[in-house]
């Protein structure tokens, strides 16, 4: 049952089904509407930062920034290493609950591991992310697809030539922005690697266009994003392209999301992480 009420969660996240419609299936699957009510709010995100107890004791500098895009100018969440110069940098891509609490302390902790590390917020184009995130989807139903993509590749030139940049950029992020991160790939020939997080899978079409090597995670209970990994990899094979694929035993969609206890796994989170750390490290020197 507990897969079968993260799909549905899944589904109302990316707009498939109405909340009416939600909320029936999952007093449905619960066994009643009071039960069905009291489970929401454990399945959504809770936002909690939790950089205290996961960043390395390292100083950071740390800010909103804004950088030229295609639609104007972009909000990010900027931060870095206080001790150094030119960092290897990296654009880190939220979810669809746009840039909350967690994506900036997951920036930070990409910060903390060297890096200088980016964050935009792809709602900066209808006001940015709001406060209250209970009907953030109604925003990300008014971006324009391509439009946002372009943000996005956007980000990579800027950080092409942060003054604190050492020229390489990566890009890494997570569900919705785990399919960013695989069309930032595909739209933007100097990205130097590319770490999507369960993200929706390029068209197969689009694939020989990728120039940055892959690391991809995937959740091993994630029916939806994982039926397009045969044609990926195959894809990725086909046109002889550095690539890795992971399948972390045990996990759900958004298991790297550790303000969200019912899909968070730590010890397959921590795992992910380090190997993303590594292939960053190695990539972007």
């Given at each position: 049952m507990k897969n079968e009420i993260s799909n549905l969660v899944d589904s109302y996240n990316l707009g498939k089904s109405s909340r009416r419609s939600f909320m029936r299936k999952l007093a449905i699957l619960t066994g009643s509407t009071a039960l069905a009510a009291t489970v929401l709010p454990v399945l959504?995100?809770?936002?909690?930062?939790?950089?205290?107890?996961?960043?390395?004791?390292?100083?950071?500098?740390?800010?909103m920034v804004t950088y030229p895009a295609f639609t104007g100018e972009m909000k990010a969440f900027e931060a870095r290493p206080e001790k150094g110069k030119k960092f290897p940098a990296v654009i880190v891509i939220h979810e669809n609950r746009g840039l909350v609490p967690h994506i900036k302390d997951v920036t930070k902790r990409m910060a903390a591991e060297g890096f200088l590390a980016l964050?935009?917020?792809?709602?900066s184009p209808v006001g940015g992310t709001p406060e209250d995130i209970s009907n953030v989807r109604d925003l990300f139903g008014k971006l324009n697809p391509e439009e946002t993509t372009k943000n996005f590749v956007a980000a990579v030139k800027y950080l092409k030539s942060h003054p604190n940049s050492n020229g390489k950029v990566g890009c890494t992020g997570f569900c919705w922005g785990g399919a960013m991160t695989n069309n930032v790939a595909v739209n933007c020939e100097n990205l130097d690697a590319a770490a999507p997080y369960y993200g929706s899978v390029p068209k197969t079409e689009d694939v020989p266009k990728i120039k940055a090597p892959i690391l991809a995670h995937y959740a091993e209970n994630d029916d939806r994003i994982n039926a397009g990994i045969p044609a990926?990899?195959?894809?990725?094979?086909?046109?002889?392209?550095?690539?890795?694929?992971?399948?972390?035993?045990?996990?759900?969609?958004?298991?790297?999301?550790?303000?969200?206890?019912?899909?968070?796994?730590?010890?397959?989170?921590?795992?992910?992480?380090?190997?993303?750390?590594?292939?960053?490290?190695?990539?972007?020197?």
């Amino acid at each position: 049952m507990k897969n079968e009420i993260s799909n549905l969660v899944d589904s109302y996240n990316l707009g498939k089904s109405s909340r009416r419609s939600f909320m029936r299936k999952l007093a449905i699957l619960t066994g009643s509407t009071a039960l069905a009510a009291t489970v929401l709010p454990v399945l959504n995100d809770n936002n909690l930062t939790a950089a205290e107890k996961k960043q390395k004791a390292i100083a950071l500098i740390e800010s909103m920034v804004t950088y030229p895009a295609f639609t104007g100018e972009m909000k990010a969440f900027e931060a870095r290493p206080e001790k150094g110069k030119k960092f290897p940098a990296v654009i880190v891509i939220h979810e669809n609950r746009g840039l909350v609490p967690h994506i900036k302390d997951v920036t930070k902790r990409m910060a903390a591991e060297g890096f200088l590390a980016l964050a935009p917020d792809a709602l900066s184009p209808v006001g940015g992310t709001p406060e209250d995130i209970s009907n953030v989807r109604d925003l990300f139903g008014k971006l324009n697809p391509e439009e946002t993509t372009k943000n996005f590749v956007a980000a990579v030139k800027y950080l092409k030539s942060h003054p604190n940049s050492n020229g390489k950029v990566g890009c890494t992020g997570f569900c919705w922005g785990g399919a960013m991160t695989n069309n930032v790939a595909v739209n933007c020939e100097n990205l130097d690697a590319a770490a999507p997080y369960y993200g929706s899978v390029p068209k197969t079409e689009d694939v020989p266009k990728i120039k940055a090597p892959i690391l991809a995670h995937y959740a091993e209970n994630d029916d939806r994003i994982n039926a397009g990994i045969p044609a990926f990899e195959a894809a990725l094979k086909a046109n002889n392209m550095k690539y890795q694929i992971f399948k972390y035993p045990g996990t759900q969609h958004a298991f790297n999301n550790d303000s969200n206890p019912e899909r968070y796994n730590e010890e397959q989170a921590r795992i992910a992480w380090k190997r993303t750390v590594d292939f960053f490290k190695e990539k972007l020197k």
